[in-house]
């Protein structure tokens, strides 16, 4: 499995760093987890055979998480020939069909009828998607939004978590335990800290909770950038940190 971090900012438009977005590879699976604003651009930039995604996974509703999804739909439809015709999947928490409706409603019956086999579905904590190539999607409730989810992704002995946007979570924590990758929400200073995000001090808690095999953090606001993130957080996490970019990836072979 090979997983990149697309877009690794936030709502506050930077230059280097597009809105949230992620891409997990595993042979038959491309799976695109959030979709927000500078999505496209990213996935054209990189070279990614963006045509062939085959999955796309939404976190919670906020419009940096999703914002070039109409975009992407758009360009399956209208952006090469022939059409696209692969099925797709939009796979999203409870609400996610309702938003896309009203999408739909503004931009037109196009982004639920894009004329490709579209499957809308959504996902509680009870659920286990079964993907191809034997990849199981998983996700547990976080504290952001009332529908926010965390995922996971695991296949043959290896598991990568994606918390979405998240404040501190017990709960979260247990749920990523062992994992090999946990690709971590690093929002704000310590100064700015407020409930529905997290600080490097908090993403340091999770970590040694957790105690994934690598911690790549992700979902920065520009004033956390002036903090020394990797110190803060190697004061409980021994682990290997990344500070992730748009671009970096991460690969995981099976057990």
């Known amino acids: 499995m090979r997983f990149t971090t697309l ?9 280097t760093r597009s809105c949230a977005a992620y891409l997990l590879d595993a042979r038959d699976l491309r799976l695109l987890i959030d979709c927000g604003s500078g999505t496209t651009r990213r996935l054209a ?17 906020h419009i ?14 209208y952006g090469f020939l022939p059409p696209r015709s692969e099925p797709l999947t939009i796979i ?7 938003l896309l409706a009203r999408l739909s409603a503004a931009y037109g019956d196009w982004l639920t009828a894009p004329g490709f ?18 990849v199981r999607l998983t996700c547990c409730a976080v504290p952001h939004t009332v529908e926010s989810v965390a995922y996971s ?7 990568i978590v994606y918390t979405g946007d998240t404040g501190p979570s017990d ?21 700015m800290q407020i409930p529905e995000h997290l600080t490097p001090e908090q993403c340091a808690e999770l970590a040694a909770a957790a105690a994934p ?10 004033p956390v950038e002036d903090v020394d993130i990797r110190g803060v957080v190697r004061g409980q996490y021994a682990g290997p940190v990344t500070l992730a970019h748009d671009g970096w990836y991460f690969e995981l072979e099976d057990e």
């Open 7 to 15: 877009g690794t900012g936030t709502i506050s438009l930077t230059a």
């Open 45 to 61: 930039e990189l070279g990614t055979a963006w045509r062939t995604i085959t999955h796309v996974a939404i976190t919670h509703f």
């Open 64 to 77: 940096d998480h999703h914002g070039d999804l109409p975009s992407l739909v758009f360009a399956w439809k």
């Open 92 to 98: 999203g928490p409870v609400g996610i069909a309702g």
């Open 117 to 134: 086999p579209l499957t809308i579905r959504e996902i509680t904590p009870a659920d286990v998607v079964e993907l191809p190539n034997g």
């Open 153 to 159: 992704m695991e296949r043959a002995g290896r598991r």
């Open 171 to 191: 709960a979260l924590a247990a749920w990523s335990r062992g994992c090999d990758l946990l690709v971590c929400e690093c929002s704000l200073p310590s100064t």
């Open 213 to 222: 095999g690598h911690l790549a953090l992700t979902h920065f606001y520009p």
